[in-house]
């Protein structure tokens, strides 16, 4: 079950803005032990919840890679979405309605200044293992570099050092949908939920790929001339965003991941950065991933120190962090005994 914390303080963000006060909806898993040391924080990525076992259920559970029984699992959901944290949706005190649009744009940092707050508030001293994947990962390396004597070890799947700019593309192009939708900017929680459809297909074409698009969504009948197979999965996965996200949450998030870099503010120089990182690292990349690509899982490898690369196949993109669960939990282990 969530719980919430509320931190009754100014926040203030990177980039000057303050917020009066944060609500930080989190969900637990298990016990903290005595000696304080079993703690596994999980980071979710875009638009996931602080529920890990239910989007990451072949990870988090009983027998599985993070156990509560063995395991103090903590997940807190990011500022800006629309899962229990303060975002889009939360009430401005000045106004005495919610921001919708008016709502600050956030930074990767921000997000990881909250998550501070909170393992604060839960008395966390030290973080066992700190896992995250695509933009969870940019929550994970910000936090190591932050809090680094907090983090004994990181565990990153499919994530990036820096937006790259076809990740700003992608987002680019997603916004443009979002703001093609003559509701956007409305004072309402269904304001852009037309344009957010068409931003999660947009979306959907670089979580997945080519190869499992066609072998999944072809349709057998040549003779059919409308209504394809490919087209209603699209609607499909754009309705089911609609009816569980909120499109202020989307648009402040994505523009969020654009202005992840881990140089900024720190000589510029990602390498030299990466570096400074002396934590044990487990990271995993995806063969078929067009949006973090394994070459670019390579060139982050390369420069942190004490970094074991695994490579999975896998035809599901940069889904497959999420889905691979087996492949991935078969990896995590062997690096723990190593």
């Known amino acids: 079950m969530q719980q919430s914390y509320h931190y009754n303080h100014p926040f203030s963000l990177e980039n000057g803005a303050v917020l009066p006060e944060l609500h930080i909806g989190y969900t637990t898993y298990g016990q903290l032990n005595k000696a304080g040391d079993n703690v596994v924080w999980i980071c979710h990525a875009l638009t996931a919840s602080s529920d890990a076992a239910d989007w990451w259920a072949g990870m988090v559970g009983k027998g599985m890679a993070f156990?509560?029984?063995?395991?103090?699992?903590?997940?807190?959901?990011?500022?800006?979405?629309?899962?229990?944290?303060?975002?889009?949706?939360?009430?401005?005190?000045?106004?005495?309605?919610?921001?919708?649009?008016?709502?600050?744009?956030?930074?990767?940092?921000?997000?990881?200044?909250?998550?501070?707050?909170l393992r604060q508030h839960l008395g966390i001293e030290q973080i066992h293992l700190l896992a995250g994947g695509s933009m969870g990962g940019y929550q994970a390396l910000e936090w190591a570099l932050t809090e680094p004597q907090r983090i004994d070890r990181l565990f990153l799947l499919a994530t990036s050092a820096a937006e790259s700019a076809w990740g700003i593309a992608v987002h680019t192009a997603q916004r443009i949908a979002i703001e093609a939708d003559a509701s956007f900017g409305e004072e309402s929680p269904a304001a852009g939920a037309r344009g957010m459809k068409a931003a999660r297909a947009i979306g959907m074409l670089t979580y997945r790929n080519y190869e499992l698009m066609v072998q999944q969504q072809t349709d057998p009948d040549p003779e059919k001339t409308d209504h394809f197979k490919a087209s209603s999965y699209m609607h499909y996965q754009g309705d089911k965003l609609v009816r569980r996200f909120n499109a202020y949450s989307y648009y402040v998030l994505s523009k969020a991941m654009d202005s992840h870099n881990l140089s900024r503010g720190r000589g510029g120089h990602i390498p030299s950065v990466l570096a400074g990182l002396q934590q044990p690292v487990l990271l995993i990349g995806i063969s078929s991933d067009m949006l973090c690509p394994p070459e670019e899982q390579r060139q982050l490898a390369a420069h942190l120190p004490h970094c074991r690369y695994e490579e999975i196949t896998s035809p599901y993109g940069h889904d497959g962090f999420l889905v691979e669960t087996e492949q991935i939990s078969i990896l995590f282990q062997q690096w723990l005994k190593r």
């Open 67 to 117: 156990d509560p029984d063995r395991h103090f699992i903590v997940c807190a959901n990011i500022l800006g979405s629309c899962y229990g944290s303060t975002g889009p949706l939360s009430i401005d005190k000045s106004k005495g309605t919610p921001y919708y649009s008016s709502f600050p744009l956030l930074s990767i940092r921000d997000m990881v200044q909250a998550h501070i707050l």
